[in-house]
T-cell receptor, first 114, second 113 residues
Framework: DTEVTQTPKHLVMGMTNKKSLKCEQH?????MYWYKQKAKKPPELMFV???????INESVPSRFSPECPNSSLLNLHLHALQPEDSALYLC?????????????FGSGTQLSVL | GESVGLHLPTLSVQEGDNSIINCAYS??????FIWYKQESGKGPQFIID?????DKRQGQRVTVLLNKTVKHLSLQIAATQPGDSAVYFC????????????FGPGTRLSVLP
């Protein structure tokens, strides 16, 4: 299994809603990532978890709250988002500590904030 | 030809021709580079990678060239096919753990029939 699975594929939410994005991988990878991608732009790193611990937080606003319940799952909790947060949210995973750092991406969640 | 402007840079090639996509990276200390392909509605897909101790690496129909002197990376696609139409991103790592990947601006490849 070489897949990273993200749910939901599409999400529309209001600025007062609370929602969560979910990501799952069964490749035994110990690093998991959240990226944000605006249209016609490259992915931008938000968070990195290594061995279920947050290792990188790229100064992301607190309305985005990541969680890594175990080595296979990664969540992104959303609260009080702004319309400018509308984007494609990509989850990725990689092996860690093996010298093979290539990222495997999911298909993303297309988020629209109204 | 290639066009750069307010929109995503676009490279248009005839089917069957070779494509060359270029990328200027930012950090001379970066030691690992990846090319990704992103099709509409999908996440980026790994194509090929290269470490800074190499200057060329070949895969199936693809070759990556690294010129550390001028901080330049290129992706060559041989015999370009319609299925190669996508946006291509280069990515570099900015830390020793290979986790802080930074992506280039991307190039849209359009394959003409």
């Amino acid at each position: 299994d070489t897949e990273v699975t993200q749910t939901p594929k599409h999400l529309v939410m209001g600025m007062t809603n609370k929602k969560s994005l979910k990501c799952e991988q069964h490749m035994g990878h110990r690093a998991m990532y959240w990226y944000k991608q605006k249209a016609k732009k490259p992915p931008e790193l938000m968070f990195v978890y290594s061995y279920e611990k947050l290792s990188i937080n790229e100064s992301v606003p607190s309305r985005f709250s990541p969680e890594c319940p175990n080595s296979s799952l990664l969540n992104l909790h959303l609260h009080a988002l702004q319309p400018e947060d509308s984007a494609l949210y990509l989850c990725a995973s990689s092996q860690h500590g093996t010298g093979d750092e290539k990222l495997f991406f999911g298909s993303g969640t297309q988020l629209s904030v109204l | 030809g290639e066009s750069v402007g307010l929109h995503l840079p676009t490279l248009s090639v005839q089917e069957g021709d070779n494509s060359i996509i270029n990328c200027a990276y930012s950090n001379s200390a970066s030691d690992y580079f990846i090319w990704y392909k992103q099709e509409s509605g999908k996440g980026p897909q790994f194509i090929i990678d290269i470490r800074s101790n190499m200057d060329k690496r070949q895969g199936q129909r693809v070759t990556v060239l690294l010129n550390k002197t001028v901080k330049h990376l290129s992706l060559q696609i041989a015999a370009t096919q319609p299925g190669d139409s996508a946006v291509y991103f280069c990515a570099e790592t900015l830390d020793n753990y290979g986790q802080n990947f930074v992506f280039g601006p991307g190039t849209r490849l359009s394959v003409l029939p």
